[in-house]
T-cell receptor, first 114, second 114 residues
Framework: GAGVSQSPSNKVTEKGKDVELRCDPI?????LYWYRQSLGQGLEFLIY????????KSGLPSDRFSAERTGGSVSTLTIQRTQQEDSAVYLC????????????FGQGTRLTVV | AQTVTQSQPEMSVQEAETVTLSCTYD???????LFWYKQPPSRQMILVIR??????QNATENRFSVNFQKAAKSFSLKISDSQLGDTAMYFC???????????FGAGTRLTVKP
């Protein structure tokens, strides 16, 4: 596609349920990032994938959070047993490693845990 | 891991005036890029300006310019002739070229007043 696509754009879930957030990066981009943005706040790094290297999971807030990237393309962020504090916008970005590289962002998924 | 610090959570400026947003970063890498992104209420992240660390000349994009002080690891953004459409969250980011790791600051909420 022309840009980074995230789905769903909005998700409301009950506390304790599992959710899956999807990110479809720009074709050919080797790096994929997940960030979390609480209401009106900054970007909190969660995880990033670079090519075939092991992902950097250092930002995942708890073991309820996991992410995978299949075939070096689409990524899924999974949150198990959701809690109200997980409510936030989850942003995905992708980039191509090279000169003048920049990250392109999706529109995000707004997750609300009720 | 690299870190990015934005010490101004909120700022305001009168229309047509100039404002400077601060950013400091810390990285052990030699090859990196610095970026300023803008996030308007639409939530879509937009690249404002980029700076390659190996370049001494400060980047400029129309009304936007940076003051890059490599030794001090400082990267401030100056917005001249501020416009109402500049109202947004502004994020500073550091992007390592070698491993594609990208980290953001907490953001500065800028309000341009008429």
């Amino acid at each position: 596609g022309a840009g980074v696509s995230q789905s769903p754009s909005n998700k409301v879930t009950e506390k304790g349920k599992d959710v899956e957030l999807r990110c479809d990066p720009i074709s050919g981009h080797t790096a994929l990032y997940w960030y979390r943005q609480s209401l009106g706040q900054g970007l909190e790094f969660l995880i990033y994938f670079q090519g075939n290297s092991a992902p950097d999971k250092s930002g995942l807030p708890s073991d309820r959070f996991s992410a995978e990237r299949t075939g070096g393309s689409v990524s899924t962020l999974t949150i198990q047993r959701t809690q109200q504090e997980d409510s936030a916008v989850y942003l995905c970005a992708s980039s191509f490693r090279g000169l003048n590289t920049e990250a392109f962002f999706g529109q995000g998924t707004r997750l609300t845990v009720v | 891991a690299q870190t990015v610090t934005q010490s101004q959570p909120e700022m305001s400026v009168q229309e047509a005036e100039t404002v400077t947003l601060s950013c400091t970063y810390d990285t052990s890498e030699n090859n990196y890029y610095l970026f300023w992104y803008k996030q308007p209420p639409s939530r879509q992240m937009i690249l404002v300006i980029r700076q390659e660390a190996y370049k001494q000349q400060n980047a400029t994009e129309n009304r936007f310019s940076v003051n890059f002080q490599k030794a001090a690891k400082s990267f401030s953004l100056k917005i001249s002739d501020s416009q109402l459409g500049d109202t947004a969250m502004y994020f500073c980011a550091s992007h390592n070229y070698n491993n594609n790791d990208m980290r953001f600051g907490a953001g500065t909420r800028l309000t341009v007043k008429p």
